[in-house]
């Protein structure tokens, strides 16, 4: 039997006025249950269509998909709209960078949290109700029981950001989908929230995908790694692997462009030159190729005409030598 959740060779395009946009292209991952997987890139890499797709939340009038999506035996790709939706907020939920487009702000906090929990389990008024309170304790809302009836604009950001957490787990998902959950918060409400989730799955054992722009946030959290570019994946590894010795030059852009805490204030961030390619026509061969520093290093004109392939686990799509790659990252990247 495969893996709790198994995604192969997975095509997303929108038709546009301006022709077709290839949005995910070719994109082949695995995640078990209990485990993190941090999906990382630059806005428009793919990372959010991805996981919209699997969710089944795309539009099918101007999408197309191809590949396989797997989750606990079951096919999603094709799956009728009534079985997704099923499996929208019982096997799978979803949390969001804003809380406010999953939060109404006319039912109060406990209604939103106990209403899925009805829907899905069949449980009563007061059942749920207890249950929204407990939840709302598990994630660490004080006076839970009071604040049960409060509206969300009655509470912080952080603590809405904890409100929509627990009405994604009050069902027990068993894949929960972390898009940006962070991103609008303050650095000390972004750790909290991020041992909030390592905790509660550790009593959930959901599997979670945690998608963001910056490694840091996956640093701590996830257990393996996947980064997008341009629709592909090129680098893949547990998260200790890919920090301590990356592969692909796009990672080492990402690396160099995050602010490390233990380096003095002053020091500079190295963005990364260039934006991300237009998806409508991407570049042939390495679709990294326009940005890279290294298609010299290549033999031939390799990096420009042929499309580099991510091997099955640990690896990169990247046309460098695994010995060039190591002495390039520690001689000129790594020391920075
Ligand atoms: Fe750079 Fe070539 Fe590697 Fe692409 S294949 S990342 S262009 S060195
Ligand atoms: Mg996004």
Redesign the pocket.
């Known amino acids: 039997r495969g893996a709790f959740l198994s995604v192969r060779d997975l095509y997303v395009r929108f038709s546009t006025e301006d022709g077709v946009v290839k949005a995910v292209d070719g994109l082949s991952f695995e995640l078990e249950r209990g485990r993190t997987l941090g999906i990382v890139g630059e806005s428009g890499s793919g990372k959010s269509v991805t996981n919209l797709t699997v969710l089944g939340l795309h539009d099918p009038r101007t999408t197309t998909v191809g590949g396989e999506i797997v989750l606990d035996g079951q096919e999603l790709t094709g799956a009728p709209e009534r079985t997704l939706e099923r499996l929208r907020g019982n096997t799978m939920a979803m949390i969001f960078q804003d809380p406010l487009t999953a939060l109404s702000p006319y039912y109060t906090v406990g209604r939103q949290i106990a209403e899925p929990y009805r829907k899905h389990t069949g449980a009563s008024k007061s059942e749920a109700r207890s249950r929204a309170i407990e939840m709302l304790q598990k994630v660490g809302i004080p006076n839970a029981r009071l604040r049960v009836d409060d509206y969300p604009h009655q509470f912080s950001g952080g603590m809405r950001q904890r409100a929509m957490i627990a009405m994604s787990l009050v069902c027990n998902p068993d894949l929960l989908i972390a898009d940006e959950p962070t991103t609008a918060l303050d650095v000390t409400v972004q750790a909290q929230i991020l041992d909030l989730l390592k905790d509660l799955q550790q009593e959930f054992g959901s599997a979670i995908i945690l998608i963001t722009h910056d490694l840091g946030v996956v640093a701590n959290t996830a257990d393996d790694l996947l980064v997008m570019y341009a629709g592909r994946a090129v680098e893949r590894g547990t998260v200790r692997e890919v920090l301590r010795a990356p592969q692909?030059?796009?990672t080492w852009g990402l690396l160099a462009s995050m602010p490390r805490l233990s380096s003095s204030v002053d020091e500079p961030l190295h963005p990364i030159p260039g934006s991300p390619p237009s998806l409508l026509s991407p570049p042939p061969g390495?679709p990294?190729?326009p940005r890279?520093r290294?298609?010299d290093?290549?033999a031939g004109d390799?990096?420009a005409t042929e499309r580099?392939v991510l091997p099955d686990g640990r690896g990169a799509a990247?046309?460098?030598t695994a010995e060039r790659k190591l002495t390039l990252y520690t001689e000129q990247i790594k020391p920075r």
């Open positions: 692909h030059p796009y390495c990294f190729h890279c290294y298609p290093q290549v390799r990096c580099p990247c046309h460098l």
